[in-house]
Protein backbone atom coordinates (compact mmCIF):
# COMPACT_ATOMS: atom_id res chain seq x y z
CA UNK A 1 0.00 0.00 0.00
CA UNK A 2 2.93 2.55 0.77
CA UNK A 3 3.87 2.33 -2.98
CA UNK A 4 0.52 2.80 -4.14
CA UNK A 5 -0.13 5.74 -1.90
CA UNK A 6 3.34 7.58 -2.90
CA UNK A 7 2.94 6.74 -6.56
CA UNK A 8 -1.14 8.51 -6.26
CA UNK A 9 0.39 11.55 -4.94
CA UNK A 10 3.20 11.77 -6.96
CA UNK A 11 0.58 12.76 -9.47
CA UNK A 12 -0.91 15.47 -7.96
CA UNK A 13 0.27 18.64 -9.14
CA UNK A 14 -0.77 20.98 -5.82
CA UNK A 15 1.20 20.52 -2.54
CA UNK A 16 -2.38 22.02 -1.16
CA UNK A 17 -4.15 18.73 -2.66
CA UNK A 18 -1.09 16.12 -1.84
CA UNK A 19 -1.54 17.08 1.92
CA UNK A 20 -5.30 16.68 1.70
CA UNK A 21 -5.36 13.58 0.14
CA UNK A 22 -2.19 12.60 2.42
CA UNK A 23 -4.53 13.26 5.33
CA UNK A 24 -7.55 11.17 4.31
CA UNK A 25 -5.80 8.25 3.07
CA UNK A 26 -3.94 8.19 6.68
CA UNK A 27 -7.20 8.27 8.37
CA UNK A 28 -8.34 5.19 6.69
CA UNK A 29 -5.26 3.45 6.69
CA UNK A 30 -5.64 4.04 10.61
CA UNK A 31 -9.12 2.59 10.72
CA UNK A 32 -8.27 -0.50 8.47
CA UNK A 33 -5.14 -1.00 11.00
CA UNK A 34 -7.46 -0.63 13.89
CA UNK A 35 -10.03 -3.41 12.51
CA UNK A 36 -7.24 -5.36 10.79
CA UNK A 37 -7.86 -4.92 6.97
CA UNK A 38 -5.62 -5.45 4.32
CA UNK A 39 -6.15 -2.01 2.82
CA UNK A 40 -5.25 -3.64 -0.56
CA UNK A 41 -7.66 -6.23 -0.19
CA UNK A 42 -10.80 -4.15 1.23
CA UNK A 43 -14.03 -4.85 -0.39
CA UNK A 44 -17.26 -2.96 -0.41
CA UNK A 45 -18.10 -4.43 3.52
CA UNK A 46 -15.09 -2.33 5.06
CA UNK A 47 -16.18 0.46 3.07
CA UNK A 48 -19.31 0.80 4.20
CA UNK A 49 -18.07 -0.07 7.78
CA UNK A 50 -15.93 2.68 7.68
CA UNK A 51 -18.28 5.26 6.97
CA UNK A 52 -20.53 3.92 9.70
CA UNK A 53 -17.45 4.76 11.57
CA UNK A 54 -17.45 8.37 10.96
CA UNK A 55 -21.05 8.56 11.96
CA UNK A 56 -20.34 8.16 15.13
CA UNK A 57 -18.62 10.83 17.63
CA UNK A 58 -15.38 11.35 17.21
CA UNK A 59 -13.23 10.67 20.77
CA UNK A 60 -10.88 14.31 19.79
CA UNK A 61 -13.87 16.11 18.66
CA UNK A 62 -17.21 14.37 20.33
CA UNK A 63 -19.19 15.14 16.86
CA UNK A 64 -19.44 12.73 13.92
CA UNK A 65 -18.02 13.70 10.80
CA UNK A 66 -19.61 16.06 8.84
CA UNK A 67 -21.16 14.97 5.61
CA UNK A 68 -18.95 16.95 2.98
CA UNK A 69 -15.79 15.39 5.10
CA UNK A 70 -17.42 12.26 4.42
CA UNK A 71 -17.58 12.56 0.73
CA UNK A 72 -14.08 13.83 0.08
CA UNK A 73 -12.45 10.88 2.04
CA UNK A 74 -14.21 8.46 -0.19
CA UNK A 75 -13.77 10.53 -3.35
CA UNK A 76 -9.78 10.16 -2.32
CA UNK A 77 -9.87 6.58 -1.93
CA UNK A 78 -12.15 6.31 -4.74
CA UNK A 79 -9.10 8.21 -6.54
CA UNK A 80 -6.54 6.10 -5.17
CA UNK A 81 -7.84 2.69 -5.68
CA UNK A 82 -8.96 4.11 -9.72
CA UNK A 83 -5.18 4.69 -9.85
CA UNK A 84 -3.82 1.43 -8.67
CA UNK A 85 -6.58 -0.16 -11.15
CA UNK A 86 -4.65 1.95 -14.12
CA UNK A 87 -1.21 1.08 -13.12
CA UNK A 88 -2.36 -2.52 -12.52
CA UNK A 89 -1.40 -2.28 -9.15
CA UNK A 90 -5.04 -3.86 -8.09
CA UNK A 91 -7.76 -5.74 -10.21
CA UNK A 92 -10.86 -4.08 -8.87
CA UNK A 93 -11.81 -0.86 -6.54
CA UNK A 94 -13.84 -1.36 -3.04
CA UNK A 95 -15.66 1.92 -3.81
CA UNK A 96 -17.68 0.40 -6.53
CA UNK A 97 -21.38 0.69 -5.57
CA UNK A 98 -20.74 2.98 -2.20
CA UNK A 99 -23.32 5.22 -1.00
CA UNK A 100 -21.79 8.76 -0.89
CA UNK A 101 -23.33 11.76 0.33
CA UNK A 102 -24.99 13.85 -1.46
CA UNK A 103 -23.96 17.44 -1.11
CA UNK A 104 -25.95 20.55 -1.89
CA UNK A 105 -25.18 23.01 -4.12
CA UNK A 106 -24.83 25.48 -2.06
CA UNK A 107 -21.88 27.18 -0.15
CA UNK A 108 -21.95 26.12 3.58
CA UNK A 109 -20.44 29.49 4.52
CA UNK A 110 -21.22 33.32 4.21
CA UNK A 111 -18.12 34.63 3.97
CA UNK A 112 -17.42 38.04 5.48
CA UNK A 113 -19.45 41.26 5.59
CA UNK A 114 -17.42 44.84 4.66
CA UNK A 115 -17.35 45.82 7.72
CA UNK A 116 -15.87 42.69 8.99
CA UNK A 117 -13.38 42.78 6.45
CA UNK A 118 -12.44 46.58 7.23
CA UNK A 119 -12.19 45.64 11.03
CA UNK A 120 -9.81 42.77 10.18
CA UNK A 121 -7.78 44.48 7.97
CA UNK A 122 -7.53 47.08 10.41
CA UNK A 123 -5.95 44.74 12.93
CA UNK A 124 -3.46 42.82 10.45
CA UNK A 125 -2.28 46.37 9.58
CA UNK A 126 -1.97 46.47 13.73
CA UNK A 127 -0.01 43.63 13.82
CA UNK A 128 2.48 43.90 10.95
CA UNK A 129 3.65 44.71 7.54
CA UNK A 130 3.56 40.73 6.74
CA UNK A 131 -0.03 40.45 8.21
CA UNK A 132 -1.59 43.19 6.84
CA UNK A 133 0.12 42.74 3.14
CA UNK A 134 -1.12 39.45 3.06
CA UNK A 135 -5.02 39.71 4.28
CA UNK A 136 -4.73 42.76 1.84
CA UNK A 137 -4.29 39.86 -0.55
CA UNK A 138 -6.41 37.54 0.20
CA UNK A 139 -9.40 39.86 0.40
CA UNK A 140 -8.96 41.71 -2.52
CA UNK A 141 -8.12 38.70 -4.63
CA UNK A 142 -9.59 36.13 -3.22
CA UNK A 143 -6.84 34.00 -3.42
CA UNK A 144 -6.53 30.41 -2.07
CA UNK A 145 -3.95 30.13 0.66
CA UNK A 146 -1.68 27.48 -0.93
CA UNK A 147 -1.53 30.25 -4.37
CA UNK A 148 -0.50 33.05 -2.68
CA UNK A 149 2.10 31.21 0.16
CA UNK A 150 3.37 29.70 -2.90
CA UNK A 151 4.60 32.96 -4.97
CA UNK A 152 8.00 34.21 -5.00
CA UNK A 153 8.94 38.17 -5.32
CA UNK A 154 9.49 37.65 -8.95
CA UNK A 155 6.29 36.93 -9.44
CA UNK A 156 5.30 40.20 -8.78
CA UNK A 157 5.37 42.24 -12.62
CA UNK A 158 4.16 44.96 -14.58
CA UNK A 159 1.89 44.19 -17.26
CA UNK A 160 0.27 46.61 -19.59
CA UNK A 161 0.19 49.44 -16.38
CA UNK A 162 -1.10 47.12 -14.32
CA UNK A 163 1.18 45.89 -11.28
CA UNK A 164 0.17 41.63 -11.37
CA UNK A 165 0.88 38.53 -9.47
CA UNK A 166 1.86 35.49 -11.86
CA UNK A 167 -0.17 32.55 -10.30
CA UNK A 168 -0.17 28.90 -10.39
CA UNK A 169 -3.86 27.75 -9.78
CA UNK A 170 -5.48 25.07 -9.09
CA UNK A 171 -5.01 21.59 -11.35
CA UNK A 172 -1.46 23.70 -12.36
CA UNK A 173 -2.71 26.07 -14.67
CA UNK A 174 -1.00 29.14 -14.67
CA UNK A 175 -2.70 32.64 -14.33
CA UNK A 176 -2.60 36.80 -14.01
CA UNK A 177 -4.29 38.59 -11.22
CA UNK A 178 -3.87 42.83 -11.39
CA UNK A 179 -3.55 44.00 -7.98
CA UNK A 180 -5.50 47.03 -7.11
CA UNK A 181 -3.55 50.24 -5.08
CA UNK A 182 -4.16 49.19 -1.62
CA UNK A 183 -2.79 45.38 -1.84
CA UNK A 184 0.40 47.08 -3.74
CA UNK A 185 1.15 49.47 -1.46
CA UNK A 186 0.69 46.94 1.25
CA UNK A 187 3.16 44.67 -0.66
CA UNK A 188 5.65 47.50 -1.13
CA UNK A 189 5.61 48.51 2.61
CA UNK A 190 6.38 44.88 3.67
CA UNK A 191 8.91 43.80 0.98
CA UNK A 192 10.75 47.11 1.18
CA UNK A 193 12.83 46.93 -1.41
CA UNK A 194 13.66 42.92 -0.77
CA UNK A 195 13.44 41.76 -4.81
CA UNK A 196 13.81 38.03 -4.07
CA UNK A 197 12.77 34.95 -2.33
CA UNK A 198 9.24 33.84 -1.06
CA UNK A 199 6.79 35.99 -0.85
CA UNK A 200 5.33 35.80 2.52
CA UNK A 201 8.52 34.25 4.84
CA UNK A 202 9.11 33.77 8.39
CA UNK A 203 11.37 35.78 11.03
CA UNK A 204 14.21 32.57 10.07
CA UNK A 205 13.63 33.53 6.39
CA UNK A 206 11.81 30.28 5.11
CA UNK A 207 9.01 30.53 3.17
CA UNK A 208 5.56 30.71 5.26
CA UNK A 209 2.97 28.11 5.36
CA UNK A 210 -0.25 27.08 5.65
CA UNK A 211 -0.50 25.94 9.11
CA UNK A 212 1.09 29.63 10.49
CA UNK A 213 -1.20 31.44 8.25
CA UNK A 214 -4.13 29.59 9.89
CA UNK A 215 -3.46 30.81 13.21
CA UNK A 216 -2.41 34.55 11.75
CA UNK A 217 -6.02 35.37 10.36
CA UNK A 218 -7.78 33.52 13.81
CA UNK A 219 -5.60 35.08 15.82
CA UNK A 220 -6.24 38.47 14.09
CA UNK A 221 -10.05 37.37 13.61
CA UNK A 222 -10.09 37.33 17.25
CA UNK A 223 -8.19 40.86 17.81
CA UNK A 224 -10.90 42.07 15.24
CA UNK A 225 -13.23 40.60 17.82
CA UNK A 226 -15.36 39.04 15.00
CA UNK A 227 -18.23 36.85 16.70
CA UNK A 228 -17.04 33.94 14.32
CA UNK A 229 -13.45 34.20 15.03
CA UNK A 230 -12.56 30.84 15.77
CA UNK A 231 -14.51 29.55 12.93
CA UNK A 232 -12.51 32.27 10.29
CA UNK A 233 -9.67 30.51 7.71
CA UNK A 234 -8.10 31.89 4.47
CA UNK A 235 -11.30 30.39 2.72
CA UNK A 236 -13.60 32.82 4.60
CA UNK A 237 -11.74 35.75 2.96
CA UNK A 238 -11.76 33.61 -0.52
CA UNK A 239 -15.42 33.56 0.15
CA UNK A 240 -15.76 37.35 1.11
CA UNK A 241 -14.23 38.23 -2.02
CA UNK A 242 -16.55 36.28 -4.39
CA UNK A 243 -19.63 37.27 -2.55
CA UNK A 244 -18.29 41.61 -2.34
CA UNK A 245 -17.76 41.18 -5.94
CA UNK A 246 -21.08 39.78 -6.42
CA UNK A 247 -22.30 42.91 -4.59
CA UNK A 248 -20.53 45.17 -6.22
CA UNK A 249 -22.21 44.67 -9.20
CA UNK A 250 -19.61 42.29 -11.54
CA UNK A 251 -20.87 39.37 -14.03
CA UNK A 252 -20.99 36.25 -12.42
CA UNK A 253 -18.36 35.22 -14.83
CA UNK A 254 -16.23 37.73 -14.50
CA UNK A 255 -15.95 37.09 -11.03
CA UNK A 256 -15.48 33.45 -11.54
CA UNK A 257 -12.55 33.55 -13.84
CA UNK A 258 -11.05 36.08 -10.75
CA UNK A 259 -11.76 33.40 -8.58
CA UNK A 260 -10.31 31.10 -10.80
CA UNK A 261 -13.48 28.11 -10.42
CA UNK A 262 -13.41 25.98 -13.36
CA UNK A 263 -16.93 25.16 -12.80
CA UNK A 264 -19.42 27.89 -12.56
CA UNK A 265 -21.69 26.19 -10.50
CA UNK A 266 -19.03 26.78 -8.07
CA UNK A 267 -19.46 30.51 -8.24
CA UNK A 268 -23.15 30.28 -8.38
CA UNK A 269 -23.19 28.34 -4.94
CA UNK A 270 -21.90 31.53 -3.29
CA UNK A 271 -23.94 33.86 -4.86
CA UNK A 272 -27.17 31.70 -3.39
CA UNK A 273 -25.65 31.76 -0.07
CA UNK A 274 -25.53 35.32 -0.09
CA UNK A 275 -28.99 35.66 -1.16
CA UNK A 276 -30.35 32.94 1.29
CA UNK A 277 -29.63 34.74 4.38
CA UNK A 278 -30.73 37.95 3.22
CA UNK A 279 -34.05 36.84 1.76
CA UNK A 280 -34.95 34.13 4.27
CA UNK A 281 -38.52 34.44 4.83
CA UNK A 282 -38.01 34.58 8.26
CA UNK A 283 -37.29 38.46 8.34
CA UNK A 284 -41.18 38.84 6.55
CA UNK A 285 -42.45 36.52 9.16
CA UNK A 286 -41.26 38.11 11.85
CA UNK A 287 -42.13 42.04 10.44
CA UNK A 288 -45.83 40.38 9.53
CA UNK A 289 -46.17 38.86 13.51
CA UNK A 290 -44.90 42.28 15.05
CA UNK A 291 -47.25 44.28 12.70
CA UNK A 292 -50.25 42.36 14.16
CA UNK A 293 -48.83 42.76 17.43
CA UNK A 294 -49.18 46.50 17.25
CA UNK A 295 -52.56 46.43 15.51
Known sequence: MPRLVTAFLLGQRSEHTRRAYRSDIRHFLAWCAQHHVDALRARRVHIDAYVASMAAPSPRTGRPAAESTVARRLAT???????????????????????????????????????????????????????????????????????????????????????????????????????????????????????????????????????????????????????QADRINPHTLRHGFVTAALDAGVSLRDVQDSAGHADPRTTRAYDRSRHNLDRHATYAVSAYYAEGQRE
Open 77 to 227: LAGLYAYGIAEDLLDRSPLGGVHRPRLGQDSTSTGLARDEVARLLAAAAADGARAHALLSLLAHNGLRIDEALSRDVDHLQTERGHQVLRLRRKGGHTATAPLAPPVVHALQVYLDGRETGPLFMTRTGRRMDEPAAWRLIRRLARRAELP
